[in-house]
């Protein structure tokens, strides 16, 4: 019997009432929690540190590694889209591809070497920047690479992000005849105005060939998964645009859905001060399409995984929120614990457990360090017991929407306790001998909740993250 997810009813008019009186309250700077301790924890490895090994980092994993997770960064973009906070460069010089794909194999096979034989590869996921902003002789080129420096598991995900201006049916084609089989679609919004507004225009009917152009590929021997990307808060959304984007996402009928919130943040992006604050739809407002889109993707078949993810009761993700062995990392859900995930190329972020390391984010330097034969790192963070325990509540809230009362012992945890307390007399959370739950009200304010266990970013001075909504 399918465990129905707490959205599955509508959330009443008083409930929604409760969330608005509390928007500005909780309005405030929040990390997303995709790791813990976040990226911004990192500090920067200066020359003379010890040298970091990569066979030490495998050793030092609690537990023995099994399986791995390959993030590969391709980081140009043909078009600034104004919303963007990715890591990219923006050109038009496709022989910069060229240059940093010789770079990038050359990584692989320099890394590779370090990983213990017995490992095998369970997923491997393109992102940027565009990853299809190589050809497809160059995808096929990093994708023989990564077959022939790693040991990959039967069923392996091969996943990729599309930037659908950048490809067409035929290519599409090609695109599967080199294995891939997890897409990710760029969507964003299906609105013209506010496609213009962000600088990325793109026809209903281009996706529409896209998505019939895979799925004439799949048949019953193939696993693919269709992934659309939407952002709401985007500029000159209201909840009746949002909802004909929703209407005309259901039509094409993809696997997944990612649901994020745009983050405005021009200070750290200048790119984004193209986008007028008074396009921009308030908080109140924000919440409102929120709202809206959960219970429309709820009644049309979709169910909510963790902060912003809906896929159909057949995915893998759902099944493993079923299970309880759905987790968080880098790419936003996984379906088992990521043992370990090694990013390669620029600003890429490779996570061991007892470390998180990321790579140089400049092409020169990134380069150099390759010439070298050096390990491209050039930020790191050591967890602490600590940092584990509480990465460990931070992830299991933002998946399963409760966290274990016997794993807050009081003692230790006598700050957040008080916190805790206090979210529950304003309806966010319920707390009985064994569970504290988050309930529908305080699935709007996950990330607040998290916050609490955060011992570097404290609500009372954190800055440098988006608003939490
Ligand atoms: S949103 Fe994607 S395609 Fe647009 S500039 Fe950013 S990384 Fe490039």
Redesign the pocket.
């Known amino acids: 019997m399918e465990n129905l997810s707490a959205w599955q009813k509508k959330i009443s008019a008083q409930q929604k009432q409760t969330i608005m009186s509390l928007v500005e309250r909780f309005n405030r700077p929040c990390p997303r929690y995709t790791s813990y301790p976040t990226a911004k924890q990192f500090v920067a490895i200066e020359q003379g540190d010890e040298i970091i090994d990569e066979p030490e980092l495998y050793s030092q994993v609690d537990r023995k590694v099994n399986c791995l997770s390959l993030y590969f960064h391709i980081p140009f973009?043909q078009?600034?889209?104004y919303?963007?906070g990715?890591h990219?460069f923006?050109t038009q010089n496709k022989d910069k591809a060229e240059t940093y794909l010789n770079y990038l194999i050359q990584e692989v096979e320099l890394r590779a070497k370090n990983c213990p034989e017995h490992v095998k590869v369970t997923d491997i996921h393109l992102g940027?920047?565009?990853p299809t902003f190589l050809t497809d002789a160059q995808l096929e080129r990093l994708f023989d690479a990564i077959k022939a420096n790693f040991s990959i598991a039967d069923g392996c995900e091969w996943a990729i992000e599309i930037?659908p201006r950048t490809v067409d049916s035929a290519r599409i084609k090609n695109i599967i005849n080199i294995g891939f089989n997890r897409f990710s679609l760029?969507i964003q919004d299906f609105n013209d105005k506010t496609q213009i507004a962000i600088n990325?225009q793109q026809s209903y009917q281009s996706i529409e060939s896209i998505v019939l152009a895979i799925r004439q590929c799949q048949t019953l021997e193939t696993d693919f998964s269709v992934n659309f990307d939407l952002i709401y808060g985007l500029p000159l959304q209201n909840q009746q645009s949002f909802m004909q984007t929703l209407e005309n996402v259901v039509s094409l009928n993809p696997d997944r859905i990612a649901m994020f919130n745009y983050a405005h943040m021009p200070k750290m992006f200048p790119a984004q001060a193209k986008i007028k604050q008074a396009d921009l739809p308030n908080a109140q407002l924000k919440v409102a399409i929120l709202i809206d889109a959960i219970n429309y993707l709820e009644q049309n078949g979709y169910r909510q995984v963790g902060l912003d993810h809906f896929v159909k009761v057949e995915d893998n993700l759902y099944q493993a929120l079923q299970n309880e062995t759905l987790t968080r990392n880098f790419q936003g859900y996984a379906d088992c614990e990521t043992q370990v995930m090694l990013g390669f190329g620029v600003s890429a972020i490779s996570d061991f457990s007892t470390a998180m390391l990321q790579n140089e984010k400049q092409l020169k330097a990134y380069y150099q360090s390759i010439d070298k034969q050096q390990m491209p790192f050039k930020k790191v963070i050591f967890r602490t017991q600590q940092d584990k325990q509480r990465e460990g509540l931070i992830h299991h809230l933002l998946c399963h929407l409760e966290i274990p009362v016997n794993k807050l012992d009081y003692l230790t945890f006598t700050s957040e306790w008080l916190a805790l307390k206090q979210l529950e007399t304003l309806g966010l959370l319920t707390i009985n001998k064994q569970q504290i739950k988050v309930t529908m009200v305080g699935q709007i304010f996950i990330r607040n909740i998290a916050q609490i266990f955060d011992s570097y970013n404290k609500l009372s001075h954190v800055t440098g993250f988006s608003n939490a909504i």
């Open positions: 973009c078009q600034l889209c919303y963007c990715c990219k923006i940027g920047g565009t930037d760029g990325r």
